[in-house]
Each structure stands twice: as structure tokens, then as C-alpha cells.
């Protein structure tokens, strides 16, 4: 967080971009989505930016669902391998969920 005499700037990830006292934005090493926040008056704005990791994005696992083609696209644009077992865990998850909504009606 940075505070001029006229504006406020905040990152929503401190570990992934920090905010100098010219209000320039600093981003740091580790790959991901970072906002910023500028408050000035009544107004606001948010600059988004995505921080690569660049490596090569190969051999996808066959999407399942749109769930799935959405994380395999953010994957790609950050440069992020996927794991196959994490997919499978979140897959897993994601089946007990369904499960649970169709025995008791709800979503948990």
C-alpha cells in the first residue's frame, strides 16, 4: 500500500507486486495475477496483470468440462505446467460436491 497526498494504491498480492512511493508498480518473481488498486476522491480504478512463469505448457490432460478448459487456458497464459494429480484431486473434489448436491439438495 502506497498513499500520495491524492491517491491511495494497494496490491491484492504483496508477495507478487509492490507499489513505490512514485506510485510505480514492482513486480516480483513468482508467476500469477496481481490487482492494483487506485482510490482517489470517490473514484476507483484496478490495473490486472498476469506475471509468467514461462515455461512450455505440453501435453494438457483432455478437458472433461468447461471447468477444465478454463484452468487449461489460464495455464497456458501464465506459462505453468499442469500436474496431472492435482487435476485429479480437483477432479475428485469436484465429483464429491456433485454428489453431495444430488443427496441433499444443496451446495456446500
Known amino acids: 500500500t502506497w498513499t500520495n497526498t491524492c491517491a491511495l494504491f494497494e496490491s491484492n498480492e504483496k508477495d507478487l ?7 510505480h508498480v514492482k513486480v516480483f518473481e513468482q508467476p500469477g495475477d496481481v490487482a492494483v488498486m487506485i482510490r482517489y476522491q ?14 512450455p505448457v505440453e501435453n494438457l490432460p483432455v478437458a472433461k468440462n468447461f471447468i477444465d478448459e478454463l484452468v487449461f487456458k489460464k495455464l497456458q497464459i501464465v506459462g505453468m505446467p499442469a500436474s496431472r ?3 485429479e484431486k480437483l477432479r475428485d473434489s469436484i465429483e464429491i460436491q456433485r454428489q453431495h448436491k444430488n443427496v441433499y439438495g444443496v451446495v456446500s
Do not use: S
Not at 507486486?17 to 506510485?23: R, S, Y
Open 17 to 23: 507486486a509492490k507499489i513505490d512511493e512514485t506510485g
Open 42 to 55: 470517490a473514484k476507483v480504478a484496478v490495473f490486472r496483470a498476469t506475471i509468467p512463469l514461462g515455461a
Open 85 to 87: 494429480q492435482l487435476f
